[in-house]
């Protein structure tokens, strides 16, 4: 079993940012994958933060989603965003390795 967690940080005000990163496999691969949020400062109301997966390739297919975590028996890759409006927030994509 490994580990692979890549830490994201955005920040907007007044408006919207997002930022994205993508975990690749060769092969596919038992993976659990998730979000953690960290922390979150709120500028204004209605301020936000969201960490979601919002796409994964599962057994040659793609899936876009909106989770906060995935598993799959066959995973080539496996995509983490982390959305604020009003706000800063540092959060993780963390994918667990099953095989």
Same mark, same amino acid.
């Given at each position: 079993?490994?580990?692979?967690?890549?830490?994201?940080?955005?920040?907007?005000?007044?408006?919207?940012?997002?930022?994205? &990163?993508?975990?690749?496999?060769?092969? %596919?691969? /038992? =993976?659990?994958?998730? *979000?953690?949020?960290? !922390? @979150?400062?709120?500028?204004?109301?209605?301020?936000?933060?969201?960490?979601?997966?919002?796409?994964?390739?599962?057994?040659?297919?793609?899936?876009? &989603?909106?989770?906060?975590?995935?598993? %799959?028996? /066959? =995973?080539?890759?496996? *995509?983490?965003?982390? !959305? @604020?409006?009003?706000?800063?927030?540092?959060?993780?994509?963390?994918?667990?390795?099953?095989?």
């Amino acid at each position: 079993m490994g580990i692979w967690e890549t830490v994201m940080a955005v920040g907007a005000i007044n408006t919207s940012w997002s930022h994205t &990163v993508k975990h690749t496999f060769s092969t %596919g691969r /038992s =993976v659990w994958g998730y *979000t953690m949020l960290h !922390d @979150v400062l709120i500028y204004d109301d209605p301020g936000r933060a969201n960490a979601r997966v919002i796409q994964v390739v599962d057994g040659g297919t793609t899936k876009n &989603v909106n989770w906060v975590g995935f598993f %799959g028996n /066959s =995973v080539t890759s496996i *995509t983490y965003r982390l !959305d @604020v409006n009003d706000a800063w927030a540092r959060a993780s994509g963390v994918t667990q390795i099953f095989d």
